[in-house]
T-cell receptor, first 114, second 116 residues
């Protein structure tokens, strides 16, 4: 069963506009959520995280929103830049495991057009 | 800045051969994870070490797979009798277990395995 889902395989936005990437989860016991960015042939790079006790976390151009009742989180990138073009993964941890292992979504490919 | 390093970056092998990958975590990190990623999917958890103890293994980790972390430093992942289905990117991540809420995992560049 896919506990973390990213239903949009791809997203294309114009440079300078907002990019919104979405993620849904099914396990209400997840208590920590992260976004990673991945370029081809590289490992995932940590972007931003949020704990379940918050509903928003901001870091520069990146903001993550968490809606626990809807089991939904989103990543906003403003303004989008061509260098943001990459695959973005959301991940969750917690639940029945206390090892911190991450459950990942399938990823969304973001293309930012100049 | 010494991040997580993995060697080799690429490995091509023939079916039935054994392969071993190495991961060197960030030096003060006591948690180490292995993940596997196939095309079009997100990384999938394989196994977890806290210091030198292997505390969790995924059911994805068949008995052909073995991982070690001697002395709680670097880790190795060995695959015996490789199969074509083992072809994937193998990712290592590390983090520091703290008494605060949660820890963030930092990933290495991965080892790309191709089984012919």
């Amino acid at each position: 069963d896919q506990q973390v889902k990213q239903n949009s395989p791809s997203l294309s936005v114009q440079e300078g506009r907002i990019s919104i990437l979405n993620c849904d989860y099914t396990n209400s016991m997840f208590d920590y959520f992260l976004w990673y960015k991945k370029y081809p042939a590289e490992g995932p790079t940590f972007l931003i995280s949020i704990s379940s006790i918050k509903d928003k976390n901001e870091d520069g151009r990146f903001t993550v929103f968490l809606n626990k009742s809807a089991k939904h989180l989103s990543l906003h990138i403003v303004p989008s830049q061509p260098g943001d073009s990459a695959v973005y993964f959301c991940a969750a941890s917690g639940g029945s495991s206390n090892t911190g292992k991450l459950i990942f979504g399938q990823g969304t490919t973001l293309q930012v057009k100049p | 800045d010494t991040g997580v390093s993995q060697n080799p970056r690429h490995k091509i092998t023939k079916r039935g051969q054994n392969v071993t990958f190495r991961c060197d975590p960030i030096s003060e990190h006591n948690r180490l994870y292995w993940y596997r990623q196939t095309l079009g999917q997100g990384p999938e958890f394989l196994t977890y070490f806290q210091n030198e103890a292997q505390l969790e293994k995924s059911r994805l980790l068949s008995d052909r797979f073995s991982a070690e972390r001697p002395k709680g430093s670097f880790s190795t992942l060995e695959i015996q009798r490789t199969e074509q289905g083992d072809s994937a990117m193998y990712l290592c991540a590390s983090s520091r277990l703290t008494t605060t809420f949660t820890d963030t995992q930092y990933f290495g560049p991965g080892t790309r395995l191709t089984v012919l």
